[in-house]
């Protein structure tokens, strides 16, 4: 497989918007609980998950690019689970995750 860094970039950056429509249509959720959400989803990262989901989609029929979209988005939400889940107090006390500030530290629960 030939990497085009070009075509690898757009895709995330139709990730980023495909993952804020997702928040926007879980926006029923509780105002903090929807904070936490988005600070864990759209604080970037390295989005390798997604990249080998877009490469796997095409090695065969290469789905609608909507498709691949919503399938990379589907493996890379459980994963922002985890900066939320974490860091709690109880759990971990780290004041940072990848570089950014944790979700505990921003909502003042460390």
Same mark, same amino acid.
């Given at each position: 497989?030939? =990497?085009?860094?070009? +075509?690898?970039? #757009?895709? !995330? /950056? *139709? !990730?980023?918007?495909?993952? %804020?429509?997702? !928040? ?8 903090? @609980?929807?904070? /936490?959400?988005?600070?864990?989803? $759209? ?9 080998? =989901? +877009?490469? /796997?989609?095409? #090695? &065969? *029929?290469?789905? %609608? ?5 919503? /399938?990379?988005?589907? =493996?890379? $939400?459980?994963?922002?689970? %985890? ?6 107090? %109880? @759990?971990?006390?780290? &004041?940072?995750?990848? &570089? ?11």
């Amino acid at each position: 497989m030939s =990497v085009d860094t070009g +075509k690898e970039l #757009l895709f !995330l /950056a *139709d !990730l980023e918007s495909t993952l %804020s429509e997702i !928040l926007v249509e879980s926006s029923h959720h509780h105002p903090r @609980l929807q904070q /936490a959400m988005a600070h864990a989803i $759209l604080s970037g990262g390295k989005r390798l998950r997604p990249l080998l =989901v +877009k490469a /796997a989609s095409e #090695l &065969g *029929d290469t789905p %609608s690019q909507a498709v691949s979209l919503r /399938a990379a988005a589907s =493996v890379e $939400l459980p994963h922002g689970y %985890s900066p939320v889940h974490d860091p709690l107090p %109880s @759990l971990d006390a780290a &004041g940072f995750r990848r &570089g950014i500030p944790s979700w505990p530290r921003c909502s003042g629960a460390s």
